[in-house]
């Protein structure tokens, strides 16, 4: 009986994300504040379970050897809705700890309340051209603006891991699991 409740679950998950999915294809800029179908897109992406394990360092500790993760290769294609536990850059390229998140509309705000996520970081790349747009507290601004890779890693390294556990951001992938664009959201 468990199994069965187990696959109806999963079902009515997959559902609820695809859904969610189809929302985010509405009309809405990048000022827009949350809405309701945002809202329930992020609950749908953040019921979707990470069950994989970060890959493995390369021998010298720097970036995975394998490529990338199960997990990565399932995002392929998609936009999560994450945290970000730490990020580095070596030889060029830029990896990020991630973990699935949700995200809800602030009760009083134009804002967004972050709900840390459970389990295991799962580690993804960046690809060279990728796209950082971000907001305060982790941007000079409440609206989306351009930074640099660099400046990214820079500012959300600086920031203790505790307050980065209050950071969330929307994670575009390429076809080959790679992050093609990282946006923070907004939080008071």
């Known amino acids: 009986m468990r ?3 187990r696959r109806t679950t999963t079902v009515r998950r997959l559902t609820a994300l695809t859904l969610g999915l189809l929302a985010l294809t509405g009309c809405g800029g ?4 949350p809405d309701a179908g945002q809202a329930a897109t992020a609950t749908a992406s953040a019921t979707a379970s990470v069950t994989s394990a970060p890959p493995a360092p390369a ?8 490529g990338p993760s199960a997990t990565a290769a399932r995002w392929a294609g998609t936009k999560q809705f994450v945290q970000i536990g730490d990020a580095r850059t070596v030889g060029g390229r830029t990896y990020l700890s991630v973990r699935p998140a949700e995200k809800k509309p602030h009760p009083r705000f134009e804002a967004w309340v972050i709900v ?3 389990g295991p970081y799962t580690e993804v790349s960046m690809t060279e051209d990728a796209q950082v747009l971000l907001s305060v507290p982790l941007g000079d601004a409440k609206h989306p603006a351009a930074y640099t890779r660099a ?3 820079g500012r959300l390294t600086a920031r203790p891991s505790s307050d980065r556990a209050l950071l ?3 994670l ?4 080959q699991g790679r992050v093609t664009r990282v946006q923070s959201l907004y939080t008071p």
């Not at 990048?30 to 504040?33: E, I, N, Q």
């Open 59 to 66: 021998p010298d500790g720097t970036a995975p050897s394998s």
């Open 116 to 118: 840390p996520g459970e």
């Open 172 to 175: 575009s992938f390429d076809g």
């Open 151 to 153: 400046e990214f890693v």
């Open 3 to 5: 199994v069965a409740h």
């Open 30 to 33: 990048p000022d827009d504040g």
């Open 168 to 170: 969330g951001f929307d």
